[in-house]
């Protein structure tokens, strides 16, 4: 089966005044069916430096292997990993060169064909809207992730939990690190929300269910709708977005398809 993919996206520096810069950073190759959100690590030195790290080495080696035709699920899930493993290297060797913790979190979705393969170090998150329902996708490296799954905290108590923002894993840290990986297959109409947190902690499931509902067909307008909802609740991190939603294509789509795909351009945006 054949799929079209569109995309829209939004970043920002939020208005917390602990932000000089915009710290987060994201990657569209839409082309490549690669998408991907980077969060340089709060408290960390240089985090905009991180995660422009982290979202150029993934586009460098996407770019080296997009004449690859070995494409089985096998080799996308190695291929993924190689991605996160790059990257981490990458920070890590210039922590050591900067001597001062330099990191990342990441999240990287490859689509194949009917399925995608997803990636993530930390707590930055990959939501799918499908059959009218939100689905978190990831799981948190996160201290109060570690909490829940203990049954250490109650669910009233996770929004004011004071420690929310330290997470268990990142790129950069160690000289290796351990990535969650998943497939997911795709159906028609499923819309991808990969985030970070400086999304999700002013956008309640709710909200962001209630958002896609309501403009479902305009991409841009969920982004624009996930910013303002942060932006009324105090914008307290930086903010980013990449929405990629799914459709299927009939004969006629997959011939025009074919015919456009040199023509598309690779983005990339960082900040």
């Known amino acids: 089966m054949n799929f079209s993919i569109q995309t829209a996206s939004i970043t920002d520096k939020g208005l917390s005044s602990n932000y000089a810069v915009n710290e987060d950073s994201c990657l569209i190759l839409e082309a490549d069916g690669v998408f991907a959100v980077a969060d340089g690590v709060g408290g960390a030195n240089a985090g905009d430096i991180a995660s422009q790290t982290a979202i150029s080495t993934v586009r460098a080696l996407i770019l080296r292997e997009k004449n690859n035709d070995q494409k089985t699920k096998e080799n996308s899930i190695a291929f993924i990993k190689e991605l996160i493993k790059a990257g981490n290297q990458a920070i890590h060797a210039l922590a050591k060169a900067r001597r001062q913790q330099i990191a990342s979190t990441l999240v990287i979705m490859l689509i194949e064909e009917d399925y995608a393969i997803l990636g993530h170090v930390g707590d930055s998150r990959i939501y799918v809207y499908r059959d009218k329902k939100l689905i978190q996708l990831t799981r948190d490296h996160s201290k ?128």
């Open 144 to 271: 109060l992730q570690n909490l829940i799954d203990n049954n250490l905290i109650k669910p009233a108590e996770e929004s004011d939990f004071q420690d929310r923002h330290i997470i268990t894993r990142a790129l950069g840290i160690k000289s290796t690190v351990e990535p969650g990986i998943q497939t997911v297959n795709l159906k028609d109409k499923d819309l991808f929300i990969l985030c970070t947190d400086g999304i999700y902690i002013h956008n309640s499931d709710e909200e962001m269910l209630a958002n896609i509902e309501q403009n479902r067909g305009k991409l841009q307008k969920i982004c624009d709708v996930l910013k303002e909802n942060c932006y009324e609740k105090g914008a307290t991190d930086n903010l980013t977005a990449v929405v990629v939603k799914i459709a299927t294509l009939d004969m006629d789509e997959q011939e025009t398809k074919i015919m456009r795909a040199p023509d598309y351009i690779d983005t990339i945006i960082k900040k």
